[in-house]
């Protein structure tokens, strides 16, 4: 297959039907060899797992670095995630101990302190007969509240720092969503990330001035000898709003999925509460299955790159398919059968390589809590379908879930 003549389609990403559903567009893909041309978007678009494993692999075939500009504006500057030679590896470094999970460990408490202090009132509605919108009321909530806490935000400013948080987290929809509504999504992200970036400059420029050892993630930052040589004033406050970003639509996003998910299959949801030893399995299970980044981007960087038997020119701009690639009939048996005990096998939902997600520890660690806890608490739950997935492909999962409990 040559690159003048590759297979094409035309879809928008955007589409509220295919964000939903977007597994038989998967399947189209898949059936014309798991690599097209998407024309309405003008890129390319892989859906199997090794083909996508691979170009994550392979850095200098394919990079992230164009991306930078677009980048910038969300989160004030260009972050580790659009680097990809050895700044990206020393930026990371400096937090990399932070989120392996024999350290975050240590959060658990933590962590269940806050789930539990939200969970609470959101089950006394359930047990009193209310329909409760968990989106709003629970899942957004917990990521902001554990990452502010390890970031060492003070306490007063955490509802602050949510607010930035939510509002950052919408203004994807924004763009997807044309119009005075998405614009005013937009507009609200921005000012949020300007007022986010001008409080840690300021926080930041307390740590440096400050002489104590303070606790936190933006300390050490602060502290470490390679930020202080190396990194620009625009470069330290990019990389700790991203990780407000990064994490926190993210991660409420798969909290809210296991809600959905496990209410969908009673049967799995009776099993894992039978069987606790069945948590870690069943949020992998829902990552898998639905999957919560759909989309990651890279650039080919060389002459001469092919995937999957297409050539596609340098300078191309690729789109990597994760929820497609979690759903590969080559990689696991009955793919779109949710089934919490099936063979241990690793998915794509936290990326690969270079650039695989550094706070997946965090994401799981957070996941698992809010399952044991919920799981405790509540028999069974029922959630009102369709479930609203909005137009935010790249960060796909439920915009709004109203779940009850009768
Ligand atoms: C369910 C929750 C999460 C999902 C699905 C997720 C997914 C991802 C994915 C797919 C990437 C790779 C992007 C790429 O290759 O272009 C990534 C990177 C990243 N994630 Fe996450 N993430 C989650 C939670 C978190 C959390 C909790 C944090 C930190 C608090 C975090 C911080 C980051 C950072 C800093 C990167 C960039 C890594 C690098 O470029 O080396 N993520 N994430």
Redesign the pocket.
């Known amino acids: 297959m040559t690159a003048a003549n590759p297979p094409r389609l035309a879809f928008d990403t955007a589409d509220p039907g295919f964000v939903r559903l977007p597994w038989a567009r998967y399947e189209e893909i898949r059936a014309r060899g798991g690599v097209v041309l998407n024309e309405w978007v003008n890129r390319w678009m892989v859906s199997d797992f090794a083909p996508a494993k691979m170009i ?1 692999t392979h850095t200098e075939l394919f990079g ?1 670095e164009k991306g930078q500009a677009e980048q910038a504006g969300v989160f004030g500057g260009p ?4 680097y990809d030679g050895p700044h ?1 590896d020393r930026i ?1 470094a400096i937090w990399s101990h932070d ?1 392996r999970a024999k350290d975050l460990a240590a959060l658990r408490t933590m962590i269940t302190d806050i789930i539990r202090r939200r969970l609470e009132p959101v089950l006394a509605r359930l047990r009193s007969g209310d329909t409760v919108e968990i989106v709003a009321e629970l899942t957004r909530g917990i ?1 902001t509240e554990v ?1 502010a806490r ?1 970031l060492g935000i003070e306490s007063g400013m955490v509802d602050q720092f949510s607010a930035w948080s939510d509002a950052m987290g919408a203004s994807a929809e924004g763009y997807t969503n044309p119009g005075e509504r998405g614009d005013e999504l937009i507009a609200a992200g921005r000012r949020a990330t300007a007022e986010l970036n001008a409080y840690l400059r300021e926080e930041i420029g307390r740590l440096r001035a400050s002489a104590a050892d303070e606790p936190g993630l933006i300390a050490t930052m602060v502290r470490h000898q390679y930020a202080r040589d190396h990194m620009t004033e625009q470069e330290v406050v990019a990389g700790n709003t ?2 407000v970003f ?3 639509e ?2 409420a ?2 909290l809210a999925q296991i809600v959905v998910t496990l209410a969908d299959h009673p049967d799995q949801r009776r099993a894992v509460r039978a069987d606790r030893s069945l948590i870690p399995a069943a949020v992998e299970e829902v ?1 898998r299955y639905e ?3 759909h989309s ?3 650039d080919v960087i060389a002459d001469d790159v092919s995937v999957a038997g297409v050539a596609i020119p340098n300078g191309a701009r690729i789109t990597l398919l ?1 929820g497609a690639a979690n759903r590969d009939p080559l990689r696991w048996e009955r793919p779109d059968q949710f089934d919490v005990s099936r063979p241990k096998l690793s998915h ?4 690969f390589g ?7 520890n ?2 799981r660690l ?2 698992q809590i809010f399952l044991e806890e919920l799981i405790d608490a509540l028999p069974d739950w029922q959630v009102d379908s369709p479930v609203d997935f909005g137009t935010n492909y790249a ?1 796909r999962g439920p915009a709004a879930v109203r779940v009850s409990a009768s």
């Open positions: 994550m992230s972050t580790m995630e659009f990206h990371r989120f990521p990452i390890m991203q990780l990064a994490g926190n993210t991660t996003k798969l990552h999957t919560i980044t990651v981007f890279r994760l794509l939902g936290y990326a270079l650039h695989s997600c550094l706070g997946m965090l994401a957070e996941a960060v």
